[in-house]
């Protein structure tokens, strides 16, 4: 396996036959380091440059779920012990959808998202886990069902400011969110349409929020991909508003923010029965927080029925910010100036679940 | 396949694997575990290694100290062998998924595999 070298950027990109490691010096030309637990599904993975480690959530479905860890990207190793319910509880973790770090106000500090859906913290990077209980133990709990993917707990947004605030996104239930570290919940559902429910009124579970990013400028501003749109919200107004006016279709599963305040990115799919690019590859951009959009599409792929999950677009937080879309057909988009062009990293990878880059210190 | 065609697990329907006793005492006893390939760095690379108690589940708790982290490949958070890891005891297979159930004796051979199913 080839080395990462140190001033790099990354892209992580995990599928369902293992995990692959790319790296760059100037964003254009990427280099394979190498692939790792092949075969087994990496359902995420990201280097964290605050911690100076990279995690993977590595779900074999023989022998389970486990978290990894690299400060090389090109030596793993397992953690000691993977999340896991009590068993009295009667439920068993399938898979790890996500592992996120604390952030600047919990260093030292891991989070993952778990299906059945769940949080679970680490203090020793991942050698062990504690459950947090406030969130599985909310009163909503026997309400909670699963999405097409699962009851998963996908994102996780720690708050920048304060460790003892978080966002989180399970499907199909709801965003939640916690102010006291995680001792207790509430839903954040105010301004989520509810067409979906027979009677078109507000529930406290039943959304299915898709994909979650925090704005990196203004940390109180969050943006939502769900099953029927693209929401804003912001913590002054407490509330959702629907920015999705101007995009080609509402559904869609990827979400990412630029590095600037305001800019976000999005791939909408046509409809949750075909899960596809609609007839090509497009992105969508906006910079003024969701007020318009624009359709980005030189060098992206034309005819293209492509599908991006819910992990599939990521950001690098550099400037002018690199975006990248991994698709479950095996290809990796990007762009190095904010989506005005497009390049291929790779085509024929096995098929795509996640991407994350970021710069490699 | 995990469940022989000739007997459902569900069933309760006795047939020559091996069978299950209420309440097994974990006492010391000496089982050969043979490991499968994606368990052997576990144990350094070892395919074979020793392990002892009365039933598998003292059996994989010792395991477990050995090579730690081992036991969790192996049981689901319930306690329960995993939907798709298959135990054998002198060649039987395994059909009680409740690990304290299932007696081992001294000088048995355990095997771990992960089930074949890919289609």
Not at chain 2, 2 to 9: K, L, V
Request: proline fraction near 6%.
């Amino acid at each position: 396996m080839a080395a990462v070298p140190r001033g790099s950027t990354v892209v992580l990109v995990g599928t369902r036959k293992g995990l692959y490691v790319f790296h760059s010096k100037d964003r254009k030309r990427w280099k394979l380091a190498g692939r790792y637990f092949e075969g087994v599904p990496v359902h995420s993975a990201r280097y964290d440059p605050q911690e100076g480690v990279a995690w993977a959530a590595v779900n074999s479905f023989q022998w389970g779920p486990l978290v990894h860890r690299s400060k090389t990207l090109t030596k793993w190793t397992r953690g000691k012990a993977g999340p896991a319910y009590s068993k009295k509880s009667g439920w068993s973790v399938a898979k790890i959808w996500n592992v996120v770090g604390g952030g600047p106000a919990a260093p030292g500090v891991l989070y993952a998202g778990v299906e059945p859906a769940g949080l679970f913290r680490s203090e020793d990077d991942g050698d062990s886990w504690k459950l947090v209980d406030g969130l599985t133990s909310h009163a909503t709990r026997p309400k909670w069902t699963p999405g097409n993917g699962g009851l998963c707990l996908h994102t996780i947004l720690p708050d920048p400011k304060s460790a003892k605030r978080m966002v989180v996104g399970i499907s199909a239930v709801a965003v939640f969110s916690t102010e006291n570290d995680g001792d207790t919940w509430k839903t954040m559902n105010d301004g989520m349409t509810a067409r979906w429910f027979p009677d078109h009124k507000p529930h406290d579970v039943g959304y299915c929020p898709h994909k979650l990013a925090r704005d990196p400028e203004d940390p109180n501003t969050i943006y939502q991909q769900h099953h029927w749109g693209v929401f804003r919200w912001d913590d002054g107004r407490g509330r959702w508003l629907d920015v999705s006016r101007g995009l080609s279709s509402s559904f869609g599963f990827g979400l990412a923010v630029g590095s600037d305040g305001g800019s976000a990115y999005v791939v909408p799919l046509k409809s949750d029965g075909d899960r596809t690019t609609l007839g090509e590859m497009a992105v969508y951009r906006t910079r003024n927080r969701g007020r318009a959009w624009q359709r980005l599409t030189t060098g992206l792929p034309r005819p293209a029925h492509l599908t991006i999950l819910r992990e599939g677009v990521g950001s690098d937080g550099q400037d002018p910010v690199g975006v990248y879309i991994a698709t479950e057909q095996g290809q990796v988009f990007s762009t190095r100036d904010g989506g005005d062009h497009w390049d291929v990293i790779a085509d024929n990878l096995a098929p795509a679940m996640s991407v994350t880059a970021g710069a490699y210190p | 396949m995990r469940t022989p065609s000739r007997a459902p697990r569900s069933t309760g329907e006795a047939f020559s694997i091996r069978t299950v006793l209420p309440g097994v005492k974990g006492e010391c006893v000496a089982v050969e575990v043979v490991l499968p390939a994606a368990l052997r760095e576990y144990a350094k690379g070892a395919s074979r290694v020793q392990a002892s108690g009365r039933s598998l589940e003292v059996l994989l708790a010792d395991l477990d100290r050995k090579f730690p982290g081992i036991r969790q490949r192996i049981l689901a958070d319930t306690g329960l062998i995993r939907e798709f890891v298959v135990v054998f005891v002198n060649g039987d297979q395994v059909m009680e998924g409740a690990p304290e159930r299932v007696p081992i004796q001294d000088g048995d051979t355990v095997h771990i595999i992960p089930s074949v199913a890919g289609g």
